[in-house]
Each structure stands twice: as structure tokens, then as C-alpha cells.
């Protein structure tokens, strides 16, 4: 018998793949950074092609949006509904339901915010509390029949989300050109909020909608980390079987935590509605629905990062409206940033998750 | 006999995320003999094999077949090389019928219509069924018909694609003995007549003492002996595939059983497409081990799944004496009253796989609140008494309290789940397959974990397709088969009776 | 009974999309690979046949072709993700969406495609049948209208009745059963990507260039989705999708028709049906049938060879 190893030619030298167990978590950091790094290298590229000088995409970015106070103040108001809507996708996606619909939630919370201001219910002093209260009431009903249609009858959720965020825009829509429409000018909105309305400034311009958002990310923090309830969606998330074998009330964790969702969505809706808009528009909730997903997505659903991510988000939702003023760049570009952030992400996670290893030798 | 070589593996390694599956394996088979791969769980028989047809690719070692040295590239250059693997978990696509699956691995560029070629198959088919001694429908679903069935639809599968070196893989794990000898006698006939070379992957001792005329043995990724099985003694085989590990004691410590702790009765799957269970009957004394055997798909996953509290459609009583039947017990009021559980697959039934060991070990005491309120996690205590635990249970390969649940080894994984689910003084256990997938010692370490809890006093029913731990744990037997316990059995019971009864009752 | 003569007319057009889009998820999802991305290549197929008849001055069947391989080509994007990278199909499917309504809304608006008028194609009238009373309109279509039935036939025929259908059914069934085969894997899904895709941006182009005839950001409207639910509706069999199509036509053929009767109906509320609609149909699939027999056996799973544990 011959000694194979001794007649390798060079071609032999093949490469496979390997599941990797763990990897530190420095690294993974690392391979997300770079994957960042090149969608924003792919966007920077597009928006030079749509017509973007590269010079200016810098300043437009990075300096006139960070280093500007005004910016700055513009960032963290954009960033509070995104955190928001963030945190909702964080929690929906932990209990495994793909709730695609944020939108819808938010739309019916500036609904059910917009009608107590509108039929003048309960003394000023409260308004602002109760406009909250509804709004996150609302938000939780709707997301409901989904939830249960999933628990029940194993409806597709992405589905039934989303059949019904085209519902609840549709009564947006017959709400704002009809019942509802401001009866001073044309236009497809209600009337404004009055001043005690609407969320007011705590100092120097920081809204209250951004304290409140810390708040309720600290809030989501605690469900998923400190108490029990987060334990068990650990379980349903990780490992479904098991969780029911091992005795965790999983459709109630399911139901309790997708309701949730629902409100922060709901929460996030009343946040543009009092915070930026101060009336409700026909197309206040545009873009938010996929934020949401996206900042879940890229902050593996853990709420700290998603209000770091929502920050981002924001950053680029401000940087889109200039640029959507200064160089006609239509704003379904921050639309397509996103989506090509979250491909490039989604695509690190196969370094993450496997080595590629050549084989010495092969089987010649 | 020609004994020239058929296939040559030399000097084999591969390995899976840093786990070493084969390490230098060497083996060989010539043409006009039964071969077979004896080795435990684990020992990497299915990994040289799969190398072998070609879905592995190695990372060193050499492939040659009839002495030429091969690259395999897939399956399908192992295939034209005429090596063809049955797989122990079929590769057939359930809704085709046999002869759509066979024909979906045939290459031939003849101008027929696809109805003609399909009709050139099932003759086909029909013709080798003939020459190997059974007969099949070639246009029955093959979800329609039974495991027996199923494997000679490999078993011509991989003929009719021109294989002269068939490998199978654990074939007789999921037959009868009855099936398993018609299947053996049939392959050893394709080797001895035909001049085909066929390799037997097992770790049963009889399968190989009474059909291989050569046999490999593997343990621990190495090929440790390659020899006549006539040369040799069952012992010294057993001793070659398990090392020196100690034997496992037979007989279990008698002891005299308690009163009455579960009564099922007449527990029947409401499932009308699958109505596997067909009245279950049986009683469990405190004090007792109570061993099902039986011929694995007899009913009982299902029976395991019912008493674990799984969702399983079943109708019937299974009543825990004092306290009703065991359905409407919650999950918190099952662990009050010292029920525990050890199903047979833990990574999709008791440990999650992602989450750390003190997370999967804190579900045992959770519901009680001894881990704090709804609202808070106490943590430190939740990492205390998974410390307490793992060293009381002597679970190894713990790094930290927080790594994977998926990082231990089957063994360590199975302590854990025994650890949590003995956390209180068990009163009644339900276990399937316990050593499933496990070495030696950690068998041992389980089953007198088992032991101690029955003498103990709790009632513990073990329900195991591995007769020989049936045998070596169990106080009473029960035999099942077709979803009904057909006949009870006393220790010190007859080996030799009790399979007959798993095999004849149908 | 006029009305309901146009209404019958009216039919065919808004159930071809729908149609289209749902084979071309059927030949996707019969390979093992989840489709969501539907809604997104309808888009790229609706703007890019826009864009083709305007840059070609007018050339219809020029526009249609262009929409099916520009569909398909980005449809190699997802293929990108579910079969190399290996990124769970309902987020790649999820993120396809987002990408094609982003790039769709950027470039239509760039290049300045957005309601610019394109000519179409004019109707064919099969005689004598379009001479029949009520159903005459049925007859009077576009072309578009009666190559569907023929492309469904062909689809059909070649999933069931030739040996690429069998081991296409086969990739989608057990994979690993494939592999052992010798059936290249991913070759199939990657081939069944871009088939499917190729029909769904057909279906895209069909509303724009053949419906509409114009292009407007996020026009599809959900039908894409519409046609997800349409394919689990019809158990990925393409003659019951078929007719599913026809009964979401007939109910999309009745909003305008409603406007135009004179029925006094909140107009928004007309705009829900088709949504609410599709969500009942779910919730009737889900209580009628319970069972997923139906389902190709190896649906949204990766197919990963060389890996263990």
C-alpha cells in the first residue's frame, strides 16, 4: 500500500463549511461593524449615482446631522416613535410573531389619541394622560385578533398583520377626508391638538416624547431581563417544544407579549401624532412600519440596542429629509438604505455562524 | 469467492466544529462478503460511511475502489463509482410513489416519454424485487407503506442505480426480528451469490455473529479491529467495541413495592389518522420500576408524550391516586407533587438547546416561587442551586453557569435534566429511552440515579425500545405492542419470552 | 345588466395578476423555498415594464420581457440570501420587499417614470364568443388575458407529467432525498427562484403596463401579499390558485364598478374589501382544513449538506 498524502496535487485543496458554535462575542461585533461599514459604502455609492456630490454626503451626514444642535434636537425627536416601534418588534419577535403590523397599531394609536382630543374628553389637566392611555389601548386591540388567529387557528400572522394594516389605513384615510377633516383649510388631516395637547418641551427643547421613550425602553428592559415573564419568552423563543414540556404558559406568554407590542406601537403613534405633527395625517405613519423591524432585527432584539439603533435610524431619517429637500432625492431612499443595512447584517451572520475551512489534502 | 478489494477507506479523518468524528480511520471490504461496522453510538460509523458515499468530504485520508484511487465529488459520483448507501433515517420522498423515487435517481437519456419511463421502472422493479425473494406495488405512496417496506424501496433504489458495494445503515434498528432475518439473508445472498460487496453499519452482536463474515470494529472515531467474527467470542467483541469500560450489572436489587401511585386505563390516541395507542391499561406502585419493552413505533412516544403532560390527543384515565388524572394538573402543581420527567429527545423536549444551563435548570423550581415573584428574578439564587446541582449530579463540561445548554455532551445534558427534575424528592418518574445516545458510564450514572429514587419509594415507570435495559432496571415488564401492553412479565423474567412477545403479537 | 356585463368584462383584469403572481409563488414554494418577497418583485416588474415602454418608445411586448428578467435578476438577490447565505427565508423574503419598494420608489422617481402614460396593448376579440350576451366582455381582452390559462397548463404539465417537475417536487419534498439522488439542490431552487420570479414580475408588469397604464410608487397595493395568501389558500396547487385569482378579480372588478353604479358606499371602507376578504379567506382555510399535507414537506428550511448537530 502507497501513501496517498505524499501524491497530492495542488487542485485537491478544497473548502468546506462548518457550523460554529459560539464565537466571542468581540468578533461578532467586529463582523456586524464591517457589514454596517459596507451597506453604508453600497448607500453612499447609490446616492452619488442618484446625483449626491460625495463631498456633500459627508457633511449632509455626518457633520450638519451630529454636530449641530439644531440637528441634534431634530435627531432625538425623530427618535422617540422609532424607538418605539423598535422596542414593539423587539418583543413581538422574542415571543416569535412576526407582527408586520406596526403600522396598522400606530395608525389606530393616533386614532384613539386623536378622538380624545377631538370630542374633548375628560379636563385638560388629564387630557394628555388619558390621549396616552387610549392610544395604547388602541394599539393593543388591534393587535389582538392576530394573536389570536395565530393561537387558535394557526393563521399566518405576517398576513393577517398585514391585511390589516391596509384596513386600518383605509379607515385612517375615510377618517381624515371625511369626519375628521380639519374644517379650516383642505387638507387630508384632523384639527390641531390644543397646546396642552400636545407633548411639551421639558428643557431647551427636548421633547418629553424622548424622556418617555427612555422610560419605556427601561420598562421593555425589565420584562425581557429581570422578571419571570422573560424568562419564559427565552424559552418560547429559543425552543417552543420545550418550553411547553418544561410547563411555561406559552400561549399566554405569547398573547401578553404581542399585546404589548401592540401598545408600544400604539405608544409610538401617539408620540408623532402629540409630538411632531400636533393633529392626525393622512400619512404620519410612513417608513415607521419597517423601521421597526429592521432596528428589532439589527439589535437582535435586545431593547438597550434598539434605542442605540433608533438613534441611528433617526439620524437617517433626518439626513433623508434634507436630502430629499437640497437634492430631490425621494425618501424611499432611507427606505432602501435600511433594507440594504439589514441584507448586509442578516448576510454576516453566516460568518457568524459558520467557518469556512480548507481541507488539507481532500480525498485524492 | 474472488476476495478482491471492493472499497478501501485509508487513514479517514473528519471533524465537525472542532469535534473530532473520525480520527485515521481505515477500512476494507471486498467484493462477495458481508461486512460489517461494529461499533457503540457515536463510535463514527455513519460518519465513514457517509464519507464512504460520498456525502461527506474528508478532511485526509484516501478513497480507493477496486484497488483505483477516487475522488468523490457527491452522491452521485459515489453512485456512478456503483457505491450505494440505505440510510437509517430513509431518504425518500413521502408523497412519490416507489417507483417515482426510484426513478428520480436514474440516469438515462433514452427519448421516452416521462409515463414511459416511469412504466420502464416499475418493470424494473418489479424484476429485481422478484430476483432478491419480496414483492412491491411500484405505484403505492410510499407514505403507505410500512418501515419494512419503506427500506427495500432503498434497498432497490440504490441496485437499480447499478450499486455493487451497498452500504446499510443501522438496517434492523427499526424491523422486527422476524423482518430483520428476511432482510439479512436476503443481503447476505445479494453478497454471496451476486459477488456484491455489502456492508452492514450495527452495533447489535447477533446481527454480526450470524451474517458478516467479516467484521470492523470503531470506537471512539478509530478502527480498532478488523476480524473473522468465527474467530471469536460475543464477549470479546463486545469487550473490542466497548473498551474497558465496566459491564453493566444484569438483575436489578429487588425490593417489595408500595401501594398504588398511577393507574391508566384504557388509554386510546383520539387522532383518527393515526390511532397509534389502543387502550393502554396499566398500574404503577410506589417503590417499583415498571419497564415497558417493545419494538420501537408501538406507541411509545405517544404514551411517554401523554404521561409527560404533552399536548397528545388521547382519551382514557391516566389517574395519579389522590390527585386526579394527570391532564388537569398544571405544570406548577405536577412539580409540587414530585413529578418528574426524562422524555427521550432532550433537545426538543426538556433543555433548550440556545439557553444557558441556569436557565434550563431554573424551570424545575420557577413555578413555586422560590425564584422570586412574577415581576423579579432572583438570580443568585437561581445560580446557587444550579451550582449545588451540577456538582451534586456530577455534571461535567461546565465552564460557566451561563454557557449554551447545547455545549455539554448527551450524557452531561441528560444529568442535567435528571438534576432538575430530581430537584425535590420525586414521587413519581417518567422516563423514556434514558441512555439514548449515552457512553457507558454515563448510562450507569442515570440508571442508578433511577435506582435510588425507586428505593427512594417513588414509582417510576421506564419505558425503553433497549431490552437490555429494560432487563437490567425494571422490577415488572410490560410488553408493548400495536399501542396495547399485551403481556406482563415478573423479574427474574425469560429474555428469550419476552422477545418473542414484542415480535408475534401483532 | 349592463353594469354586470362590465363588471364580468372588468374580471380578467384585475385576476391575472393575481394569477400570475400565485403560480410564480407556487413554482417557488414547490422547490422548498419560502416566497415572501412577492409584493416587491411585483413592484420591480411594474416599474421596470414602465420603464421599458417609455425608453422603447412604446413597445409593449419589449416592456412585458423586460419585467420578467429584470424581476428574475433581482430575485437572484434573495436566491443570494436563502441559498448561500443561508438568512432565515422570512426575513430575506421580508427584507426583498423593503429593498424592491425602496429601489422601485428611488428609481421611478429618478428616472422620472412616474405617471407618464404608456399605450398598452389593444384587446383581441375571440369571435363568436365575444358576441355572447353578458359574458361577450369576457372575450374582449388583452392578449396578456389569454396566454394565462396557457402558461398555467404549461406549468402544470411540466411540475407533474416530466421528470425536471418530479425532482423540482423532489427538492421541495426532502431535499436531503434529492441530494442523494444526485439532484443538484440548489441549482433547482435557484432555477425555481428565477422562474417564479420572472412570472411574478409579469404579474407586476401586467398592472402597470396592461391595467393602469402608468407607473406610481407602491401601486401593487398588497396584492403581492394577497397572492401569498392565495397560494396557502390553494394548498400550492395551481388550478385551485387559479380560481382563488378569479374571486379576488371579481371582487377587485366590483369596486369601480360600485363607484359607477351610483351605490352610495364610504369609498374608503370599498377599498378595504379585498384585504378583509383575504383575511377571512385565512381564518375559513385555517378552521376548514387543518391539515398541511398539502404543503411542500421541506418548506422554509435551508438545505445544508455538509453540517451536523
Redesign the interface.
Known amino acids: ?1 502507497f501513501d ?2 505524499n501524491f497530492q496535487p495542488l487542485l ?1 485543496r ?1 473548502y ?1 463549511l ?5 464565537m466571542a462575542w468581540y468578533w461578532q461585533a467586529l463582523v456586524i461593524a464591517l457589514a454596517l461599514l459596507v451597506g453604508l459604502l453600497i448607500s453612499a455609492a447609490i446616492l452619488v449615482v442618484a446625483g449626491v456630490p460625495a463631498g456633500e454626503l459627508l457633511n449632509e451626514f455626518v457633520i450638519l446631522t451630529l454636530f449641530d444642535a439644531q440637528s441634534l434636537r431634530a435627531v432625538l425627536f425623530q427618535a422617540a416613535p422609532l424607538i418605539m416601534v423598535g422596542l414593539a418588534g423587539c418583543v413581538a419577535f422574542r415571543a416569535r410573531f412576526w407582527n408586520l403590523g406596526l403600522e396598522g397599531q400606530m395608525i389606530w394609536g393616533a386614532i384613539g389619541a386623536t378622538a380624545i382630543s377631538l370630542f374633548e374628553i375628560g379636563p385638560p389637566s388629564m387630557r394628555l394622560p388619558l390621549m396616552l392611555l387610549s392610544a395604547v389601548v388602541c394599539g393593543l386591540i388591534w393587535a389582538l385578533a392576530p394573536v389570536l388567529l395565530k393561537l387558535h387557528l394557526k393563521v399566518n400572522e405576517i398576513i393577517s398583520t398585514l391585511m390589516l394594516n391596509y384596513i386600518a389605513l383605509n379607515f385612517l384615510l375615510h377618517l381624515v377626508y371625511g369626519d375628521w377633516k380639519d374644517p379650516r383649510d383642505n387638507f387630508p388631516y384632523s384639527p390641531q391638538y390644543r397646546v396642552f395637547e400636545r407633548l411639551p418641551d421639558v428643557f431647551d427643547g427636548l421633547s418629553l416624547a424622548i424622556v418617555l421613550a427612555t422610560l419605556v425602553a427601561f420598562l421593555v428592559l ?1 420584562f425581557t431581563n ?6 419564559y419568552l ?2 418560547v423563543d ?2 417552543p ?9 406559552v400561549n399566554r406568554v405569547i398573547l401578553g407579549t404581542v399585546l404589548l407590542s401592540g401598545a408600544l406601537a400604539g405608544l409610538a403613534g401617539f408620540m408623532i401624532t402629540a409630538g411632531q405633527e400636533g393633529r392626525l395625517t393622512h400619512s404620519f405613519y410612513v417608513g415607521y412600519g419597517f423601521s421597526g423591524i429592521l432596528i428589532a432585527f439589527l439589535a437582535r432584539n435586545q431593547p438597550i440596542a434598539a434605542t442605540v439603533v433608533a438613534l441611528l435610524v433617526a439620524t437617517l431619517f433626518v439626513a433623508g429629509r434634507s436630502l430629499q429637500v437640497f437634492y430631490q432625492i425621494p425618501f424611499s431612499m432611507v427606505q432602501l438604505i435600511q433594507a440594504i443595512l439589514v441584507i448586509c447584517v442578516a448576510s454576516s451572520e453566516f460568518f457568524i455562524r459558520h ?1 469556512i475551512r480548507r ?6 | 469467492m474472488s476476495n478482491k478489494n471492493a472499497i478501501q477507506l ?2 479517514v479523518s473528519k471533524s ?2 472542532g ?1 473530532k ?1 473520525l480520527s485515521e480511520a481505515s477500512f476494507t471490504a471486498r467484493w462477495g462478503e458481508v461486512h460489517a461496522l461494529l461499533g457503540e453510538n457515536g463510535a463514527g460509523k455513519s460518519s465513514l460511511m457517509n ?1 464512504a458515499a460520498g ?9 480507493f475502489i477496486d484497488d483505483n ?4 465529488k ?3 459520483d459515489a ?1 456512478t463509482q456503483g457505491i450505494g ?1 440505505v ?1 437509517q433515517h ?7 410513489s416507489v417507483a ?2 426510484i ?3 436514474l ?1 438515462n437519456d433514452q427519448a421516452l416519454s ?2 414511459q ?1 416511469l412504466q420502464q421502472t416499475a418493470e424494473e422493479i418489479k424484476t429485481t424485487a422478484a430476483r432478491l425473494g419480496f414483492t412491491i406495488d411500484p405505484f403505492a405512496r410510499v407514505d403507505q407503506l410500512s418501515v419494512a417496506e419503506q427500506q427495500r424501496v432503498e434497498i432497490l ?1 440504490v441496485l437499480l442505480a447499478g450499486a455493487r458495494i451497498l452500504i446499510l445503515d443501522e438496517p434492523t434498528a427499526v424491523l422486527t426480528d422476524a423482518e430483520a432475518e428476511n432482510l439479512l439473508t436476503t443481503v447476505q445472498n445479494f453478497a454471496h451469490q451476486e459477488g456484491a460487496a455489502v456492508i452492514l453499519v450495527t452495533h447489535k452482536m447477533n446481527d454480526v455473529m450470524r451474517y458478516a463474515d467479516e467484521v470492523t470494529v470503531m470506537r471512539t472515531g478509530r478502527t480498532v479491529a478488523s476480524l473473522k467474527p468465527q474467530s471469536v467470542t460475543v464477549g470479546e467483541l463486545v469487550k473490542l467495541t466497548v473498551g474497558d469500560a465496566p459491564t453493566p450489572p444484569q438483575v436489578p436489587a429487588s425490593r417489595a413495592a408500595g401501594e398504588v401511585k398511577l393507574e391508566v386505563s384504557e388509554l386510546c390516541s383520539t387522532n383518527p389518522n393515526a390511532p397509534i395507542l389502543r387502550g393502554v391499561n396499566l398500574s404503577l406502585h410506589a417503590g417499583e420500576i415498571y419497564g415497558i419493552a417493545g419494538v420501537g413505533g408501538n406507541g411509545q412516544s405517544e404514551l411517554a408524550g401523554a404521561l ?4 397528545e390527543p388521547v382519551s382514557g384515565s391516566m389517574q395519579l391516586v389522590g390527585e386526579g388524572d394527570l391532564r388537569d394538573l ?3 402543581r ?2 409540587e407533587l414530585g413529578i418528574a ?1 426524562i ?1 427521550a429527545d432532550r ?9 444557558s444551563i441556569s ?1 434550563n435548570f ?2 424545575g423550581e ?2 413555586s416561587g422560590r ?7 432572583r438570580r443568585r439564587r437561581i445560580e446557587a442551586d444550579t451550582a449545588a446541582a451540577v456538582s451534586e449530579f456530577d455534571v461535567q463540561g461546565v465552564r460557566s453557569l451561563q454557557q ?1 445548554a ?2 455539554l455532551s448527551g450524557g452531561n445534558a441528560q444529568k442535567l435534566v435528571i438534576a432538575r427534575e430530581f430537584s425535590r424528592q420525586p414521587q413519581l418518574v417518567i422516563v423514556h429511552s434514558p441512555s439514548r445516545g449515552l457512553d457507558v458510564r454515563a448510562t450507569l450514572a442515570v440508571h442508578q440515579r433511577l435506582r435510588s429514587a425507586r428505593d427512594a419509594g417513588a414509582a417510576v415507570l421506564l419505558i425503553s425500545e433497549d431490552l437490555d435495559e429494560v432487563m437490567a432496571l425494571a422490577d415488572r415488564i410490560g410488553v408493548m405492542s400495536a399501542g396495547r401492553i399485551i403481556g406482563e412479565f415478573a423479574q427474574p423474567a425469560d429474555r428469550q419470552a419476552i422477545g418473542q412477545a414484542m415480535v408475534n403479537h401483532v | 345588466m349592463s353594469l354586470i356585463a362590465s363588471w364580468i368584462g372588468n374580471i380578467p383584469d384585475f385576476a391575472v395578476p393575481f394569477a400570475l403572481a400565485a403560480l410564480g409563488l407556487i413554482i417557488i414554494e414547490r422547490s422548498g423555498v419560502l416566497a415572501l418577497g412577492a409584493e416587491g418583485l411585483m413592484l420591480v416588474g411594474a416599474m421596470s415594464g414602465i420603464g421599458a415602454s417609455l425608453m422603447t418608445d412604446g413597445s409593449t411586448v419589449a416592456a412585458l420581457i423586460m419585467a420578467m428578467i429584470a424581476a428574475a435578476v433581482v430575485s437572484q438577490l434573495f436566491a443570494l440570501m436563502v441559498l448561500i447565505m443561508r438568512i432565515n427565508q422570512v426575513i430575506a423574503g421580508l427584507a426583498l420587499v423593503f429593498f424592491c419598494q425602496g429601489l422601485t420608489g428611488l428609481c421611478g422617481t429618478l428616472m422620472n417614470w412616474t405617471s407618464r402614460p404608456v399605450s398598452g396593448l389593444s384587446d383581441l376579440s375571440l369571435w363568436p364568443l365575444s358576441e355572447l350576451p353578458v359574458l361577450g366582455k369576457l372575450f374582449i381582452q388583452d392578449p396578456v388575458v389569454y396566454l394565462t390559462p396557457i402558461i398555467f397548463l404549461l406549468v402544470v404539465l411540466v411540475l407533474n ?3 425536471l417537475g ?2 423540482l ?2 427538492v421541495g ?2 431535499p ?8 443538484p439542490v440548489l441549482a433547482y431552487r435557484c432555477a425555481a427562484i428565477a422562474a417564479g420570479s420572472a412570472l411574478i414580475g409579469l404579474a407586476g408588469a401586467y398592472i402597470s403596463v396592461l391595467s393602469t397604464k402608468m407607473w406610481l410608487a407602491d401601486m401593487v397595493g398588497g396584492r403581492g401579499w394577497i397572492a401569498v395568501a392565495l397560494v396557502i389558500f390553494a394548498r400550492w396547487s395551481p388550478w385551485k390558485a387559479l380560481a382563488g385569482a378569479v374571486l379576488f378579480g371579481c371582487i377587485e372588478a366590483l369596486i369601480p364598478q360600485m363607484a359607477a353604479s351610483g351605490i352610495r358606499l364610504p369609498q374608503y371602507f370599498v377599498f378595504m374589501t379585498p384585504y378583509a376578504v383575504t383575511l377571512g379567506v385565512m381564518i375559513w382555510v385555517a378552521v376548514a382544513s387543518r391539515d398541511n ?1 398539502s404543503q411542500p ?1 421541506a418548506l422554509g428550511e435551508p438545505f445544508i ?5
Open positions: 500500500m496517498a498524502t485537491a478544497r468546506t462548518e457550523v460554529r458554535q459560539q425589565w429581570v422578571s419571570r415573564a422573560g424568562l427565552r424559552f429559543n425552543s417544544g420545550v418550553a411547553r414540556a418544561v410547563g411555561v404558559p467557518r481541507i488539507q489534502g481532500g480525498q485524492s | 485509508d487513514a465537525f466544529d469535534f468524528a464519507i456525502l461527506y468530504a474528508p478532511e485526509t485520508g484516501s478513497l484511487l477516487v475522488r468523490l457527491g452522491p452521485l453512485s448507501m440510510h430513509f431518504k425518500l420522498v413521502k408523497p412519490f417515482e423515487n426513478l428520480l435517481g440516469r416521462f409515463r419511463r433504489k409527560m403532560g404533552l399536548p398544571s405544570a406548577s405536577r412539580r420527567c422524555p433537545y426538543s423536549a426538556a433543555l433548550a438547546a440556545p439557553l436557565d431554573a424551570m420557577i413555578h425564584y422570586g415573584p412574577f415581576w423579579f428574578l449554551k447545547a455545549l | 407529467r416530466t421528470v418530479l425532482r417536487r423532489a419534498e426532502n436531503q432525498a434529492a441530494d442523494a439522488a444526485g439532484i399535507s414537506g449538506r455538509e453540517e451536523r448537530r
